[in-house]
C-alpha cells in the first residue's frame, strides 16, 4: 500500500524540501546581512579612527583663559572671559589635593591606560544591584577627552571615541600631563573653572595654600559642583567631603587621624573677590566694545589678553558709589512708592525659592539690597519679620522711617484700593542689610527702594583726554544702555559757558552790560515767544558774570541773539559738540540734546586752557605671552606739567614707549585761547561762590562749574572742574519726565557731583586755576560795566583779555582812589 501511494509520499516530502531550501536562504541574507554589518561596522569604527582628533595637541595645552583688564596704577578691574580659568603648573598644585582628586574620581588612575576595565565591572554591578545608574567608569583620562576633544553629546559612539582617545592619550601624555590638563580644566562650580579659581572663589587663596579639609571639599566637588556647593550647601559639602576623606584613607593618601582631624576643621566660605565688576561695569562694556572690533570675540574671550586702561580705580568707585547713593537719597526724598507686589501665603515659598538661587553668598551682604517677604507684623511695636530667600530678619519702624508712617495690616492679600502702599503679610518689599544674618536667623534691615531715576557720570584728565571713571546707570545688569555715552538729553543752563565763550571770543567781556528785561520774539504761526528767568525775577542792568552766576535765561538769549546762532552753533562744534543743535534762539537755554560724553568734554577745553581732546580708554593690550598687541603714549596738552607730578598716578609698565594706530587722532587740538577758557574757568568759579552751584564748594578747593534744569526739571545737570580733573553728572528719567521738586541741578546732580569728587580728590594737592600772562585784572562798577576807584562802594575786581577792559571811569566813582 505504501509503494502504490509513492506518489502520496513524493508529495508530503515535497513540502519539506521546500522548508529545508527556506531555512537556507533565511541562513544566507542572515549571514549577508551581518557580514553587511560587519563590514558597515568596521567601516564605521575606521572612519571614526581616521576622524577622532588628534590628541598631540594637548601637548600645548592652551585653553580658554581669562583677558585682564588694569587701571592706570596696574591694578586689576575687570576681566572677560567665556570660561573663568587661570592656569597653574601641576608643581603648585599640593601632591595632597591630587591624591583627593585621583581617590575620588579615579582611584586606580596611575595602573590603567585609559580605561578602567575593573572599574567598569564594580559600576555595573552596583548600578544593576541598584537598579539606577548610580555610579559611573569613566576615568580621569577619559573626563580629559571628553572635555578637551569631544562634543557633549550623550551617544554610545561618544562614549566609544571617549575610550579610543583615553587610550591613545596615556600613550601620549604623562601622569602628571594628564592631570595637570584635568586640575585646569574641571568645572568646580559659582563660575569656577579649574582647581586655582576654586580656590578663590570658595577659600579666598592660592591652591598652593589649601588645607586637607579644603582640599577635600573641592575634590568632593565634580561628581555635582552645584549640589556640593559649599557656599549653597555647607551641609551636603561636608558629606561629600567625608567621603572624600573616607576615599583617601582607603587608598593610603592619608591616616585616619589625618582625615578625623580634617573632618572637624572648620571650613571658613570667603570668596576672593578680585573684582567688582558691578561698579565697573560701563567702563568695562565700553572697553569691550573697542576690544571686540579690534580682535574679534575669540580672541578677547579666550586668549588672555592684558588691557592697561586709564581707568582710576578708587575714582571708578567714586563714581559708582556716587551715583547709587545720590540716587537712593533723591528716591527717598519723592517718597514710599509702597511693596512690589502682594503674594498669597501658599505663594511664599516658591517665590524665596528663587531668591535664594540669587544669593552666592553664605550670609546676606551688609549694604546689599534684596527683595523680601513680610511673613508678620507685630501690631504693637509695628516691627516686620521679612523672609529673604531662606533666612529671616527684622525691620523696626525706625529702619523705614524714611518712608514716614506707612499703613500696616496683618492679614494676607492685597489692600483695598486706595491703600496700595499698606504693608502685610505677603508684600514683596525690598530690603538692605544693616547687620547679616547668623545661620539664617537674626538679620537687622532697613527697608529701601531702588530709584526709578538714573544718572551717569563721566571724568576725564583735562591734560590728556584719559577717561578716569564713567558710569552709565543705576545698575548694568539691568540696562546695559550707557547714558554717559549714548544718552542725548536737553542740557539746559549746562550748555550756556559755550554761548558765553563764543561770546568772550565776539568781544564781550565779563563786565559787558546786558539788560535783564522780558521780551518777546515772533515765532512761527504767528505766536511769541517769551523766554522767562528760572525764578521770574528781572534785575535790569547786569554784567555777563552776573548772568551766569545766577542762570539768568532772559540775558543769555540775548547774548545769543547778538553773536548769531550760526556763529554759536559752529563754536559748540569746534568745543566738541556733535549732536545736533537748535537753530534758534533756544539753543541758549539747552534746547539741544547731547550725550555728558560730549559736554563734558567741552568743558574740559577750558579745564585745559583751550584745548579739545579726544577721550580714551585703553593705552595697552598684550596677548598671554607678553607680547604687545597695540600701545599708546598718552597725549599730553602743551600748557600742563606730567601728569604723574601733579596727580601721583602711575601708568602700566612699559606705557607711553610705543606708537599706537590712533595716536595722531588723540592729540590734543588748540581751539580757544587759553585767555579765553581762563576767563570761562574764572566766571564758573563765580557759580559756585555765589551761584546755583554752591553745592560744590564742599570739596573745599578752587572750583568752576555750571548747573542745568531743563524744561518741567526732566534733566538735570551738574558738570565742573578742578585743574586736574573735569567730571558730569547728568539725572533724570529714561522716560523723560519731571523729578519733582528736588529735581534741579543743583540738589539732584551736585551732591553726586560732590560725593564723586571728594573721593576722587583725596590725595591730590589742591591747585588754583592759573591765568595766563595776557590776562588782565581791573576794579569795576558792576553796574555800569566800566573803571571804578578804589574803595567805591561795590565794587569788584574783573578780569579781561588784556587789551578788552574798559577804559572809561563810572561817572558815579569818587575822584582821588586809586585804580
Partial sequence: MQIYQGNQKINRKLPQAQGVVSRKNILIIVAGVCCILLLAGGAFFFYMLATLPKVDRLADYKPPIVSQVFGDDGSLVGEFYLERRTVVPVEKIPKKLIQAFVAAEDANFYQHSGIDYLGIIRAAFKNVVSFSKKEGASTITQQVAKSMLLTPEKKYSRKLKEAI?????????????????????????????????????????????????????????????????????????????????????????????????????????????????????????????????????????????????????????????????????????????????????KEVDEFCKKVEDGIDAVALKAGSTYQGVVTRINPATGELTVRVGERTGALSRKNMAWAGKVPLADTYGKPERGKGKTITPGAVIEVSVLTPDVNKTGAVLVLDQEPETQAALIAIDPRSGAVRAMVGGYDFKKSQFNRAMQARRNAGSAFKPLIYSAAIDKGMTPASIIDDAPIEFPGAGGKVWAPKNYDNIYRGAVTMRQALTNSINVVSVKILENIGVGYASEYARKLGISSPLADNLTMALGSSSVTPMELTNAYAVFASGGYRLTPYFITKVTDRDGKILEEITPPQVPAFKPMTSAMNLTMPPGAGTGNAPEAGSLTPVPVISRETSYIMTNLMESVVSSGTGQRAKAIGRPVAGKTGTTNDMKDAWFIGFVPQLVAGVWVGYDQEKSLGASGSGGQAAAPIWVSFMQRALAGIPVQDFTPPDNVAFALINPRSGLLARQGSEGSVMECFIAGTEPTAYDSAAKPGGGE
Avoid: C, W
Avoid at 570675540?297 to 568707585?317: I, P, W
Fill in 165 to 345: 582617545l583615553a587610550t591613545r592619550m596615556e600613550k601620549t601624555l604623562s601622569k602628571d600631563e594628564i592631570l595637570y590638563i584635568y586640575l585646569n580644566q574641571i568645572y568646580l562650580g559659582s563660575g569656577a573653572y579649574g582647581v586655582q579659581l576654586a580656590a578663590e572663589t570658595y577659600f579666598g587663596k592660592d591652591v598652593d595654600k589649601l588645607n586637607l579639609a579644603e582640599m577635600a571639599m573641592l575634590a568632593g566637588l565634580p561628581k555635582a559642583p552645584s549640589l556640593y556647593s559649599p557656599i549653597k550647601h555647607l551641609d551636603r559639602a561636608k558629606q561629600r567631603q567625608a567621603y572624600v576623606l573616607e576615599r583617601m584613607v582607603k587608598e593610603g593618601y592619608i591616616t585616619q587621624a589625618e582625615a578625623d582631624h580634617a573632618t572637624n576643621s572648620p571650613i571658613v566660605i570667603h570668596s576672593l573677590k578680585k573684582v567688582n565688576s558691578d561698579q565697573s561695569a560701563y567702563f568695562l562694556e565700553q572697553v569691550r566694545i573697542q576690544l571686540e572690533e579690534r580682535y574679534g570675540e575669540d580672541r578677547l574671550y579666550k586668549e588672555g589678553l592684558k588691557v592697561y586702561t586709564t581707568m582710576h580705580a578708587e575714582m571708578q568707585m567714586g563714581a559708582y558709589e556716587g551715583i547709587v547713593n545720590g540716587l537712593k537719597a533723591l528716591d527717598k526724598r519723592q517718597g514710599f512708592r509702597g511693596p512690589l507686589k502682594y503674594l498669597a501665603e
